[in-house]
C-alpha cells in the first residue's frame, strides 16, 4: 500500500541553523501539506502546496520557513535559523486533489525536530 | 473560524466493552468532520469522514460516528474494543470550500485493558 515517507526520524540541531525536513508524497498525488505538533499541544496547519507554488499557508508559516519541490519526488520543508520554540512533530501529507471536494489527505509519520 | 474540542485527553476501557471518544465542534460554515488515528512511530490514518451526506458514518475497524449538528457533536464509538485499537485519536474538521487545510482537536489517548 502507498504510503507518505518522511525523513530523518529525528533531527537535533542547534538555535540559529538551517534544517530541511524531507518528504516523499505518494506518487499520484498533487496537493501537499506540512502540519505540525509541538509538545503537549494541537496538530497545527503550516502550508499547502500545488502546482509547485504554495495554495495556503497559516499565521505561523513565517519568512523562515520555505518548502520546495525539487524533483518529481520530494517534497521539502526548510526552516531558514531555528529557534527553540520551533521543537516540534513536523507532519507531512499528501492529497489526490483538494479544492472544494475533501481529499483524504495522506500522513507520514513525522519527524521530530528537537532545537537545542 | 472552525474548531474542534476534544472533551477527553485520555480514555480507558477493558477489551471488549464500549468505546466512546467525545468531539464537539465550531464552525461558522458546513462542516467537514473526520476522525483519524495515529499508532506508535505511525503516520495519521483516518478511521472515517463526514462531508454532508449520511450523519451516521461507518469507518473502518468497526468505528462509527453521529453528526449532530443541534449538538454540534462527532463522537466516535466502537460497540466492542480490542488491544489494536489503542492509539491516539484525533476529531479533525476542515471548512467547506478551505478543504486543504485541516483544523485538529488535542487528541484522545485511548487505553484498552485486557
Known amino acids: 500500500e502507498p504510503e507518505v515517507t518522511q525523513t530523518p526520524s529525528h533531527q537535533v540541531t542547534q538555535m540559529g541553523q538551517e534544517v530541511i525536513l524531507r518528504c516523499v508524497p505518494i506518487s499520484n498525488h498533487l496537493y501537499f501539506y506540512w502540519y505540525r505538533q509541538i509538545l503537549g499541544q494541537k496538530v497545527e496547519f503550516l502550508v499547502s502546496f500545488y502546482n509547485n507554488e504554495i495554495s495556503e499557508k497559516s499565521e505561523i508559516f513565517d519568512d523562515q520557513f520555505s518548502v520546495e519541490r525539487p524533483d518529481g519526488s520530494n517534497f521539502t520543508l526548510k526552516i531558514r535559523s531555528t529557534k527553540l520554540e520551533d521543537s516540534a512533530m513536523y507532519f507531512c501529507?499528501?492529497?489526490?486533489?483538494?479544492?472544494?471536494?475533501?481529499?483524504?489527505?495522506?500522513f507520514g509519520p513525522g519527524t521530530r525536530l528537537t532545537v537545542l | 473560524a472552525q474548531s474542534v474540542t476534544q472533551l477527553d485527553s485520555h480514555v480507558s476501557v477493558s477489551e471488549g466493552t464500549p468505546v466512546l471518544l467525545r468531539c464537539n465542534y465550531s464552525?461558522?460554515?458546513?462542516?467537514?468532520l473526520f476522525w483519524y488515528v495515529q499508532h506508535p512511530n505511525k503516520g495519521l490514518q483516518l478511521l472515517l469522514k463526514y462531508t454532508s451526506a449520511a450523519t451516521l458514518v461507518k469507518g473502518i475497524n468497526g468505528f462509527e460516528a453521529e453528526f449532530k449538528k443541534s449538538e454540534t457533536s462527532f463522537h466516535l464509538t466502537k460497540p466492542s474494543a480490542h488491544m489494536s485499537d489503542a492509539a491516539e485519536y484525533f476529531c479533525?474538521?476542515?471548512?467547506?470550500?478551505?478543504?486543504?487545510?485541516?483544523?485538529f482537536g488535542s487528541g484522545t489517548q485511548l487505553t484498552v485493558l485486557p
Open positions: 501529507a499528501s492529497s489526490v486533489i483538494g479544492g472544494r471536494s475533501y481529499n483524504e489527505q495522506f
Open positions: 479533525v474538521v476542515s471548512v467547506s470550500g478551505s478543504a486543504r487545510q485541516l483544523t
Open positions: 464552525s461558522s460554515y458546513s462542516p467537514s
